[in-house]
């Protein structure tokens, strides 16, 4: 097996995980490559992967791995996606900071979760992605997003309206801070810090949820993910934030954004006796309520 290993940042305090990572690795006889630029950073300290693969965009990631370990958090999870794009190359995530529901494999289960992937039955699941498209290549190749898009007003005094059609259909003006459309995977990130609900990573949905409303009796609402959803701004300022992601645009009015679900969808590695539902009670801490 061939595993790449992703990086946003490497702190000191993940060289205790890397030293088990990379004698795991040793030990299963699998071949590993590194982002280039972080392999630089760090083969002062690991001799031996200085003749390791590296790479540093999609088609060279295609070329080495099998198998990809996201090391780090969501964030990081959301910058591996960049890498996999279409390629069904299976992510594994491993959280090293604190909440993490896509990097969601402890740091300290490294040796338990490579005990399992040796195996060759590890099972995964496929997470859907929406693609945005515009007059103009906003993102370039990268105009889609795991978790979600986002439009947000720039300037902090006014709010926004954000007109809102689904499958040709109006659907409503928004007055509000800004706009939330998000799938399945991101119902757990942007979208239910602002009140939407948490949804199953396998329901064929989208969620489209306001930012601070001006009217209160506006509501997320969920979709078919088959429907095109489309986007106008009115902004006093006529500019603002566009984010798919962690990537942002700064945009105006004049854009009309299109929303569909993705043509391809990424795979997750389904972690051995570790559900969807096992990771909310976890994260949220669910479990911490004694009537349980």
Wanted: hydrophobic letters at 40%; charged letters at 20%; a negative charge.
């Amino acid at each position: 097996m061939r595993a790449a290993l992703v990086f946003t940042t490497i702190r000191e305090d993940y060289f205790p995980h890397l030293d088990i990572l990379f004698a795991v690795l040793a030990e299963s006889g699998w071949s590993l490559a590194l982002e280039e630029n972080f392999k630089n950073q760090i083969v002062l300290k690991y001799p031996a992967i200085s003749n390791c693969a590296s790479f540093n965009d999609a088609e060279s990631l295609k070329a080495t791995a099998d198998i990809v370990l996201s090391m780090g958090g969501d964030g990081t999870f959301l910058k591996t996606i960049l890498y996999v794009r279409d390629s069904q190359i299976p992510i594994l995530g491993i959280n090293m900071g604190r909440l993490g529901f896509l990097a969601n494999v402890n740091k300290e289960r490294i040796q338990e979760a490579f005990d399992y992937l040796k195996t060759g039955n590890f099972a995964t699941n496929q997470r859907s992605l929406i693609r945005m498209d515009s007059e103009e290549a906003l993102f370039g190749n990268n105009n889609y997003a795991l978790n979600e898009l986002t439009i947000h007003k720039k300037d902090s005094a006014s709010m926004i309206s954000i007109e809102v059609s689904v499958g040709g259909e109006y659907l409503n003006t928004y007055w509000a801070d800004g706009l939330i459309i998000s799938t399945p995977t991101g119902s757990t990130a942007y979208s239910l810090s602002c009140g939407g609900p948490i949804i199953t990573p396998d329901s064929p949905v989208l969620v489209i949820t306001p930012i601070a409303p001006h009217n209160l009796n506006v509501r997320p609402i969920i979709i078919k993910d088959d429907l095109e959803i489309k986007v106008r701004v009115d902004d006093r300022s006529n500019s603002h934030l566009l984010t798919l992601d962690s990537r942002s645009e700064v945009i105006n009015d004049s854009y009309e954004l299109r929303i569909n679900k993705a043509p391809f969808s990424v795979r997750t590695v389904q972690f051995e006796n570790l559900s969807f539902f096992d990771t909310i009670r976890d994260k949220l801490l669910w479990g911490l309520d004694r009537r349980n």
